[in-house]
């Protein structure tokens, strides 16, 4: 009965990762792929939140779209795209953000 | 084959270049296959239909995504079905609809195919997952 | 076999993208096939259904009376984040069409229990 998160937009760009976070049951996950990798690096409003779910082991980032983007130390664990269908496995459902 | 084996239906919504979604839906889809798992279809929807067509042309050193997606769907045997009424209003045509339409072109690539939204319906039937990339 | 429940979450804005248009599509053609549609919408997605859209002079196709069709094609399970009207100053009368009202706890249980989910 889990759902597992993806979102793929920055947070200074759009209010897709506040409204999915907003949605969240305590089951569910959050993987960060595309452009929205740089919020668990970059300070924004919503990162003490995503350093939370990291906390809690529920918040992955994609390592491929970190590595397109130089972005080094961030919060959350590495997954590539195997661990990607691994999350689609373990969770019930997927939801595009 | 792995024990436990998902089948897995993938939406692609977005095109195939201008913006990430369908590469990382293409290489989604290469490393559910490479673990095991079965694509039973991608179903292309809204921009997402640009990925059928044959006259995309990048340069040599640049991915062409929709030849990819003909590979892989050729090796693994899945199907590439293409949202008819979302492919006629961005310009993607296969032969039989160019015939109808009374237009000189058409441009879908084999082996995607057009088809309908019911089709979505029936992927998402038979899949044990349904993932989407925007 | 038992019929997947099949979650289609609204959350863009009508006429700017046409997510809003297609979405609806996609909901009238699989209530063909599946009988257990739930329809979400939040955020901007509720200006989807705010009443009395007319788009002609944007260049845009007028879809909203399809709306209407969701009650003939028996989709009836219709959830509208409360906070999102109430954020965007909209009153349930302001709508459309007869809809649930939901609050984020109600959304996040709905959500839950849908087996595929489908985000425009």
């Avoid at chain 2, 003909?70 to 079905?81: H, R, S, T």
């Avoid at chain 3, 429940?5 to 609806?24: Q, V, W």
Wanted: with cysteine; hydrophobic share 45%.
């Amino acid at each position: 009965m889990s759902i597992l998160h993806t979102i793929n937009r920055s947070p200074f760009q759009t209010h897709a990762l506040q409204q999915c976070l907003a949605l969240m049951s305590e089951q569910d996950d959050l993987l960060l792929i595309e452009d929205a990798v740089i919020a668990a690096q970059a300070k924004h409003t919503l990162f003490k939140q995503l350093t939370e779910l990291a906390g809690q082991g529920r918040l992955m980032v994609l390592t491929p779209d970190l590595e397109a983007r130089g972005i080094k130390n961030v919060i959350g664990q590495a997954c590539s795209y195997i661990g990607f269908v691994e999350l689609v496995a373990k969770h019930k459902s997927q939801m595009a953000w | 084959m792995a024990i436990d084996s998902m089948k897995i239906a993938v939406l692609v919504s977005s095109a195939p270049y201008g913006s990430q979604g369908a590469s990382s839906a293409y290489q989604f889809c290469a490393s559910a296959v490479q673990a095991g798992h079965k694509i039973v279809g991608v179903f292309f929807y809204q921009e997402g239909v640009l990925n059928a067509s044959q006259l995309v042309s990048p340069a040599t050193d640049e991915v062409n995504l929709p030849d990819f997606w003909a590979k892989l769907a050729i090796q693994y045997q899945f199907p590439l079905e293409v949202c008819v009424s979302a492919s006629l209003r961005r310009g993607i045509v296969n032969e039989t609809e160019a015939q109808q339409l009374s237009l000189n072109q058409f441009n879908l690539k084999a082996p995607f195919v057009l088809s309908g939204l019911g089709q979505l319906a029936e992927l998402s039937a038979g899949a044990d997952k349904l993932v989407q990339f925007l | 076999m038992i019929e997947k429940k099949i979650g289609i979450i609204n959350r863009t804005l009508p006429h700017g993208t046409a997510f809003g248009r297609e979405s609806l599509d996609l909901t009238l053609a699989m209530s063909a096939f599946n009988e257990s549609l739930s329809l979400f919408f939040i955020g901007d997605g509720i200006y989807q259904l705010l009443d009395g859209h007319n788009p002609s002079e944007s260049l845009q196709k007028h879809y909203q009376p399809l709306f209407k069709m969701l009650e003939l094609y028996d989709v009836e399970n219709i959830y509208v984040c409360e906070k999102s009207l109430m954020q965007r100053a909209i009153a349930q009368s302001d709508l459309l069409i007869d809809v649930t009202l939901v609050d984020q706890q109600r959304l996040k249980t709905k959500l839950a229990v849908q087996d595929q989910l489908l985000s425009f």
